[in-house]
T-cell receptor
Framework: GAGVSQSPSNKVTEKGKDVELRCDPI?????LYWYRQSLGQGLEFLIY????????KSGLPSDRFSAERTGGSVSTLTIQRTQQEDSAVYLC????????????FGPGTRLLVL | GENVEQHPSTLSVQEGDSAVIKCTYS??????FPWYKQELGKGPQLIID?????GEKKDQRIAVTLNKTAKHFSLHITETQPEDSAVYFC????????????FGKGTKLSVKP
C-alpha cells in the first residue's frame, strides 16, 4: 500500500521567507511525527501528533517552527522567517498507534535556505 | 532524557564479511529499539526492531541483540553484500509514552565488492 508521502521533495528559499512542508501519513495511522536531519547528523525529534490530542511541541527548536494536523491526517510543518541553520532534511513518520509502535518514514523534504 | 550513542561512525568491510554496529542508551525505561537503514536521498527504512522482553532477534542475514543490564544493543549483518551499503541508525524509545524515537548519529557502512 501507499507509504508516507512528503512534499515538496526539495525546497530552496531565501533567508527570512516562510516555508510550508507537507506530510501525508499512511492511511489509518493515528500518530504522526516530524524529525529534522542536519547534514551528517542523526535525526532530531521536533513534534508529534496523536489523533486529535494537542501535539507535543517539546522538540521544536524555536517559536519560528509550528505544525498542525488537519482532520487527524495531513500535517503541515511551517517555518517562519527561515534562517540558514534551518537548512536540513525534514522527515515525517507515522505509526499505527501512539507509544513506541513501529514508525514508517517518508522520503523527506530537503530544505536549503540561502 | 534519553541519550543514544552509536559506534562506529564509519565501517568498511569486504563483501561476504560480517558487520557489527553497537549502540548504548542511557534511560533504563527505554524498551523499544529499532534499526533503520537510510540510502542516499531516501528516508530511513526500518530493517529490524527488538523489544526489551527479548534478548535476540534474527531476520535472514540481520540480527539484533539486546543487553538490558549493560544498556546496549547491537546490529549484526552477516554475508554482507554491496547493496547493504548505506547509513544505519539505531534508536530507542519508551513504549507506552509518547514514543518519539531518540536516534544515534548513524554508521556509514561501505561494502566493497
Amino acid at each position: 500500500g501507499a507509504g508516507v508521502s512528503q512534499s515538496p521533495s526539495n525546497k530552496v528559499t531565501e533567508k527570512g521567507k516562510d516555508v510550508e512542508l507537507r506530510c501525508d501519513p499512511i492511511s489509518g495511522h493515528t500518530a504522526l511525527y516530524w524529525y529534522r536531519q542536519s547534514l551528517g547528523q542523526g535525526l532530531e525529534f521536533l513534534i508529534y501528533f496523536q489523533g486529535n490530542s494537542a501535539p507535543d511541541k517539546s522538540g521544536l527548536p524555536s517559536d519560528r517552527f509550528s505544525a498542525e494536523r488537519t482532520g487527524g491526517s495531513v500535517s503541515t510543518l511551517t517555518i517562519q522567517r527561515t534562517q540558514q541553520e534551518d537548512s536540513a532534511v525534514y522527515l515525517c513518520a507515522s505509526s499505527l498507534e501512539w507509544g513506541g509502535e513501529t514508525q514508517y518514514f517518508g522520503p523527506g523534504t530537503r530544505l536549503l535556505v540561502l | 532524557g534519553e541519550n543514544v550513542e552509536q559506534h562506529p561512525s564509519t565501517l568498511s568491510v569486504q563483501e561476504g564479511d560480517s558487520a557489527v554496529i553497537k549502540c548504548t542508551y542511557s534511560d533504563s525505561a527505554s524498551n523499544y529499539f529499532p534499526w533503520y537503514k537510510q540510502e542516499l536521498g531516501k528516508g530511513p527504512q526500518l530493517i529490524i526492531d527488538i523489544r526489551s522482553n527479548v534478548g535476540e532477534k534474527k531476520d535472514q542475514r540481520i540480527a539484533v541483540t539486546l543487553n538490558k543490564t549493560a544498556k546496549h544493543f547491537s546490529l549484526h549483518i552477516t554475508e554482507t553484500q554491496p547493496e547493504d551499503s548505506a547509513v544505519y541508525f539505531c534508536a530507542a524509545s519508551v513504549r507506552g509514552s509518547q514514543g518519539n524515537l531518540i536516534f544515534g548519529k548513524g554508521t556509514k557502512l561501505s561494502v566493497k565488492p
